[in-house]
């Protein structure tokens, strides 16, 4: 079974957000159960010295972009049995953002020939090839249109996993000529056509053999007018093609016994190190050290989406509490600019880091008592997956994937992995976060089971790699 991998984004390479993550341990679990899988995304230029070091050249040849003629080469390394291609083009990808420029439809239709036309190049014609998100969803368009002439591509079948919905790469039609060089054939309803514009996300829908997203809750979501993005009666339309396979984490690298960006190592049955991490980090945010206070931690982009305003209507009343706040993220100027705030009127009780740094993130997964995501929506989320297997309690709005993977807890039996609110208002938030930091300071046994419950939990990639190859076996 040969696969290849399409992805805007790799962790180790160059990570935005969670797809980085998903495109790099999936296919590492996948080799070890015996597919022959490779990975393509861009040379990005901000990609790490020591990693590029590693590449060597492999080939070079012109891509055809509209009436302009684009350099193409094609580097390449191996990782943790995974080979991967990156496609380098210093004009696309020699920019500090993987995304956001204002010519990301060029960039990305530039990459998204780049991998159809290296395939015969580098004599790898996969069964499958994967694409993820808008950036490489006009891939099964153009296997079935520009490049279905040629033979070897024919029995190519191809895969969408939708990691975000809200991003779908809308533009005008002349897209299709002055950058693809295909006609308007496909503009249409049962295409590419969106109102009066192309939508990227819908041609992948539409031409994909298959189509996944990243939990089964959130397939179900998406198939509702208030997730659905506009696209929710397409995708109920395309319902017999779609299923939800739920994110895992590497465990490998996510693992409190060995992860080298944490001060102090610790165990279910041992969380002395865990407590150990904490007063290291109270230092380091400049609070008070206090095993007896909750540390709740966030760490997401500052934005609505990630329910960043339910927290902000809550603070002032939060922080009259016995508690300490430690917030870690960049996103939305006003968010920044209020948490700033708060930690200036509340400095023993608040931190606001206004950056985003991995080996801080670790490191505060592995101090915090109780983290903060109370997204709006959640196609899966990996940070209440860290946070669980370091022994952090999440406190989540049950959508999507926080629904499929945090347990409420109930305070009659004592079962669950985390706290959980389904309707979405600040003041139920509030409710839901002072009945954890309740069992936090009064009912420390209880606490320290539901902690033991939260990192007895498997979310390693096993189970739903297995899921993955089951469909790339279909055929």
């Known amino acids: 079974m040969k696969v290849l991998f399409a992805a805007a984004e790799v962790f180790p390479f160059v990570k935005v957000g969670g797809l980085a993550d998903v495109a790099y341990a999936l296919p590492k679990e996948l080799v070890k159960q015996g597919v022959d899988i490779r990975v393509v995304l861009p040379f990005h230029t901000k990609i790490a010295e020591e990693l590029k070091a590693e590449m060597e050249d492999l080939t070079q040849f012109t891509i055809d972009v509209g009436w302009r003629k684009q350099f193409c080469g094609v580097k390449t390394l191996m990782r943790d049995g995974v080979r991967f291609y990156f496609i380098d083009n210093l004009y696309y990808f020699d920019r500090p953002n993987v995304y956001g420029d204002y010519d990301d439809a060029e960039r990305y239709a530039f990459f998204s020939m780049a991998v159809c036309e290296m395939m015969e190049k580098i004599d790898f014609i996969p069964d499958w090839l994967h694409v993820n998100d808008w950036h490489t969803g006009i891939i099964p368009l153009l296997l079935a249109d520009k490049y279905d ?115 102090n190592h610790f165990t279910k049955a041992d969380l002395s190190g865990k407590a150990a991490n904490k007063a290291t980090m109270q230092k380091r945010l400049g609070l008070p050290v206090r095993a007896d206070v909750p540390l709740i931690i966030m760490v997401s982009r500052l934005t609505h989406q990630k329910g960043c305003h339910l927290l902000e209507a809550s603070l002032d009343e939060l922080l009259q509490k016995d508690i300490q706040v430690a917030v870690l993220g960049k996103g939305e100027q006003s968010f920044e600019d209020s948490y700033r705030f708060f930690a200036h009127v509340y400095p023993e009780k608040m931190s606001a880091n206004i950056d985003f740094d991995i080996g801080f993130a670790q490191q505060l997964y592995a101090a915090g008592d109780i983290l903060l995501m109370p997204s709006w929506f959640e196609p899966c989320g990996i940070s209440q997956l860290i946070a669980m297997r370091y022994g952090t309690l999440p406190v989540v709005h049950e959508t999507g994937g926080l629904k499929d993977t945090v347990t409420p807890f109930n305070q009659y039996t004592n079962e669950g992995t985390g706290f959980s609110f389904n309707k979405y208002e600040a003041s139920v938030f509030r409710n839901i976060l002072s009945m954890a930091i309740d069992v936090y300071q009064e009912e420390p046994a209880v606490w320290q089971q539901i902690v033991g419950q939260a990192m007895d939990k498997d979310y390693s990639w096993e189970a739903s790699a297995k899921k993955y190859k089951g469909i790339y076996e279909e055929y």
């Open 149 to 263: 002439w040629i033979e070897a591509y024919r029995g190519i079948r191809t895969v969408l996993t939708i990691h975000n919905l809200q991003f779908q790469g809308i533009y005008s039609p002349q897209v299709l000529e002055e950058l693809l060089g295909i006609g308007w054939q496909t503009w249409h309803e049962d295409g590419i056509k969106y109102y009066d514009n192309v939508n990227f996300m819908k041609g992948a829908i539409q031409f994909a053999d298959r189509i996944t997203t990243v939990s089964p809750t959130y397939a179900k979501e998406i198939q509702t007018p208030l997730y659905g993005e506009r696209l929710d009666g397409l995708l109920r339309a395309n319902a017999w093609k779609l299923s939800g396979i739920l994110n895992g984490i590497d465990q490998e690298l996510n693992d409190p016994i060995s992860d080298p960006l944490i001060p």
